[in-house]
């Protein structure tokens, strides 16, 4: 019958238009379900920093987040909250360990909370200079500071801190010039909260204040404080200048930046992003380097053109009152056991 031969040719039809349709369908739901399963694999961290995004140590975290992404090959970004817009130090620590925060990175000396020693790792006035310390932050007696630290708070180091240049050099941005130990008694200064260093300061005739990084600005223009320290290459940035006219140079010890982090989450990274992670910390150490001395340059030169004034004292006189500072510590039981061996040793 013709006519039944056209109906099964029209239903053959229809059917293999549905078989089409449906393969369509699978294909894009096939396409769908794997990028959800890409998007739920993909690592996202969150990286919580002091400083602005357009400073120096702003640049090189960004540098950082850029490499891992770059080197993970997607699979994992680093989103940078600058200018403390996660919290202060002690907020940010808090959930660093929660691992709500991913990577804090700041002065490893931080770690003290946990760890009392840690804080000597910033000891002032001791190290010679930042190859001395770099060859200290790789000691035994260190790396077993850091063991306690990860046991007792859950968080690690991302390789080590002195790789990641902070600085290059410390100095004092004051309203009041000082030229020696003599004149530099009874200035006010903000101190960041560690006890070492407030009582080193005190030791050496400065009325130290705690208080936070992004206060300094405000604190000394209102006289709470008339000087602060700071990494010479952070000066411009964070505009100490502009209530502070006169930066002294003092090396009150080198500095690096340690890229704290939620120990399980970093330890729990697949091989791949491990490694990406820590090519992307060596990269962006190398890079803090190189920019951290080009800027430091040519904000030195900025500022003297608006009237600062940059000058490198004799130091003489304060290293040999620190000595005198240790040897107390050291009598009194004060000093981690090792401490001043180690010091040595790395010399």
């Known amino acids: 019958d013709w006519s039944s031969d056209v109906c099964s040719s029209d239903l053959g039809i229809e059917m293999s238009m549905k078989a089409i349709s ?7 739901a096939a396409a769908l379900a794997f990028g959800l399963v890409s998007a739920a694999q993909a690592e996202t961290w969150r990286m919580a920093t002091k400083q602005p995004a357009d400073s120096v140590e702003g640049k090189a975290f960004q540098y950082f987040a850029d490499k891992v992404k770059e080197y993970s090959g997607g699979d994992m970004t680093v989103k940078v909250y600058p ?6 130090t002690e907020a940010a620590l808090e959930q660093l360990q929660a691992g709500t925060v991913h990577i804090y990175p700041e002065g490893a000396s931080y770690l003290k909370k946990w760890v009392p020693e840690m804080s000597y790792m910033s000891a002032p006035f001791l190290f010679d200079n930042r190859k001395h310390w770099a060859r200290f932050m790789e000691s035994d007696l260190l790396k077993s500071w850091m063991k306690k630290v990860e046991t007792k708070s859950g968080i690690t180091l991302i390789g080590n ?20 130990l003599a004149s530099l008694q009874g200035v006010k200064i903000r101190h960041h909260p560690n006890q070492l260093g407030v009582d080193a300061w005190t030791y050496l005739g400065v009325e130290a204040r705690v208080l936070g990084w992004t206060e300094i600005y405000e604190a000394i223009q209102r006289g709470i404080v008339e000087a602060c320290n700071s990494p010479i290459a952070l000066v411009e940035a964070m505009k100490f200048y502009e209530v502070a006219p006169n930066i002294v140079r003092h090396n009150e010890y080198p500095q690096g930046v340690g890229f704290m982090t939620n120990a399980k989450a970093y330890n729990g990274l697949s091989p791949k992003l491990r490694e990406a992670v820590d090519r992307a910390y060596v990269d962006a150490g190398a890079y803090s380097v190189t920019l951290t001395l080009k800027v430091t340059k040519e904000s030195i030169a900025r500022m003297t053109s608006k009237g600062v004034t940059y000058s490198e004292p004799d130091l003489t006189g304060i290293i040999n009152k620190m000595k ?3 040897a107390k510590l050291n009598t009194e039981g004060k000093l981690p056991a090792g401490f001043l061996d180690a010091v040595a040793a790395t010399r």
């Open 22 to 28: 449906l393969r369509r369908v699978t294909v894009v």
């Open 83 to 88: 200018s403390e817009q996660l919290g202060k």
């Open 161 to 180: 801190p002195a790789a990641f240049m902070r600085g290059p050099y410390r100095v004092m941005v004051t309203k009041k010039k000082w030229t020696d």
């Open 324 to 326: 005198g500072f240790y």
